[in-house]
């Protein structure tokens, strides 16, 4: 399945229009750090730790960058066909049944590990129910895959292959949430084992954003990665234990992200660096 083709602008040497992909993560960079400053800067001020709670709030604070960056960015670089077009693939629901599957993938690989670290490493790993931070997930999903699958991958699959361009563009997912690290999972803040939780976190970002991109290869609905990322934090946010230390939710983080590339290597291999199989067999 193909998106109809976005007709170009007439005249295409204005500085945005040819450094797109790179001013869309200058904006968003520079919009979601400053909603996440302005949100931590009364604790900054008065020279207190940042809470969990305003942790926590610096999140949603920043879901402002990827959505209002590829909303301009795509006006900017597509003029109101573009945004037509986009929003058209936020409202595609009509993609063959299988592919409606995968979005049990998130759920179901954090369910097999866990169940394999309760059974080897204690009852501390078991799942949690926490059901309404499912909430969480619907909201970043939403917000986020307006610019990350809206607009920069897209943009950046023009200029390389389909898995490269996911590999950067998780390499960069994973920096933006760099002013809410310590304050994501449930072991936090993570004080001594902060770089071993950024790290385990950065392992679990680049293949699921390398699944979210198979995904929009094979179906160009930004709905349907809007409905995976939501699957992927929601399944975080709900069953991530809540009686662990910072050095063991890191490396259950490990251990789930090595899941993860297990899959991305099975989708690899047989789908390409494309990540899409020929029209004949797809």
């Known amino acids: 399945?193909?998106?109809?083709?976005?007709?170009?602008?007439?005249?295409?040497?204005?500085?945005?229009?040819?450094?797109?992909?790179?001013?869309?993560?200058?904006?968003?960079f520079a919009l979601s750090w400053a909603g996440a400053l302005f949100v931590a800067l009364p604790s900054m001020v008065r020279g207190v730790a940042i809470?969990?709670?305003?942790?926590?709030?610096?999140?949603?604070?920043?879901?402002?960058?990827?959505?209002?960056s590829g909303i301009l960015l795509t006006h900017i670089r597509h003029g109101k066909a573009g945004l037509r077009e986009l929003l058209s693939r936020m409202r595609r629901v009509r993609v063959p049944a299988r592919w409606y599957s995968t979005l049990l993938i998130p759920p179901l690989l954090i369910l097999g590990v866990l169940w394999f670290l309760t059974i080897f490493e204690g009852r501390a790993f078991a799942p949690n129910t926490f059901y309404i931070g499912a909430a969480f997930g619907v909201i970043a999903g939403f917000f986020e895959e307006i610019g990350w699958m809206g607009f920069a991958f897209p943009e950046l699959r023009r200029r390389c292959s389909a898995i490269v361009s996911?590999?950067?563009?998780?390499?960069?997912?994973?920096?933006?949430?760099?002013p809410v690290v310590n304050y994501l999972?449930?072991?936090?803040?993570?004080?001594e084992y902060w770089l071993r939780y950024f790290l385990a976190f950065a392992a679990v970002m680049v293949p699921m954003r390398i699944l979210i991109a198979w995904l929009y290869t094979n179906t160009e609905s930004v709905l349907f990665c809007q409905l995976m990322h939501a699957s992927s934090m929601a399944s975080l946010v709900v069953l991530s234990p809540v009686n662990l230390g910072a050095a063991q939710e890191a490396n259950w983080y490990f251990a789930y992200a090595g899941a993860l590339w297990i899959m991305v290597a099975v989708v690899a291999a047989i789908y390409g660096r494309s990540l899409t199989l020929p029209t004949r067999l797809n």
Request: hydrophobic residues 50%; positive net charge.
């Open 1 to 28: 399945m193909k998106a109809a083709a976005i007709q170009e602008p007439a005249s295409d040497t204005s500085f945005l229009q040819r450094h797109s992909v790179v001013a869309y993560f200058c904006l968003v």
């Open 51 to 68: 809470s969990k709670t305003t942790g926590a709030l610096m999140f949603p604070a920043m879901l402002v960058g990827p959505s209002v």
């Open 166 to 178: 996911a590999v950067l563009l998780g390499a960069l997912w994973t920096l933006w949430h760099l």
């Open 185 to 191: 999972g449930t072991a936090t803040p993570h004080g």
